[in-house]
């Protein structure tokens, strides 16, 4: 049976600045760790069935982008850890003023067997919340004008 979660978070960016931070390339900036291996645009441009890899191991990842919309600031991946799990996961920004924005992150998820069931169950409501709390908290440390003004690795 599949598993819901969402959470929206408040960054202090214009939603134009913030809605490239949930592609592909855009969280290489803010995602410690995060390095996709890119398929399909081998460059990595955040398009409509792009293809690319991460983790490895049992936590190997394979993900496409099934809706990439700029102009709405939406974006919905869909990701494959075959070992265990599935996941639609969609991003939508909106702005809440000038220079601030709101993002709802939502995952659906659906578990391909025992190990995907006990993934899912730790990944309660208030992890799930947790864990996106944690991206708000990257993110403004990346953004931070010392964070700019110094290369992000």
């Not at 969280?27 to 690319?52: A, K």
């Not at 099934?66 to 974006?75: I, K, Q, T, W």
Request: aromatic share 10%; proline share 8%; net charge negative.
């Amino acid at each position: 049976m599949p598993t819901e979660r969402s959470h929206e978070i408040s960054l202090d960016v214009a939603v134009a600045d913030a809605f490239p931070l949930f592609t592909p390339k855009g969280e290489e900036s803010w995602v410690p760790g995060w390095r996709p291996s890119y398929i399909e645009p081998p460059g990595g441009e955040t398009v409509p069935e792009m293809l690319f890899r991460t983790g490895d191991g049992d936590e190997t990842t394979f993900w496409t982008c099934l809706a990439f919309e700029p102009g709405l600031h939406h974006v919905r991946y869909l990701r494959v850890t075959a070992a265990s799990r599935i996941a639609f996961v969609d991003v939508a920004c909106r702005a809440g003023g000038p220079n601030d924005c709101i993002v709802r992150v939502s995952y659906r998820f659906v578990a391909l067997n025992d190990a995907g069931l006990r993934y899912i169950d730790a990944m309660s409501p208030d992890a799930f919340a947790a864990m996106i709390e944690d991206w708000r908290h990257l993110i403004g440390t990346a953004l931070s004008p010392r964070a700019q003004s110094a290369p992000i690795s």
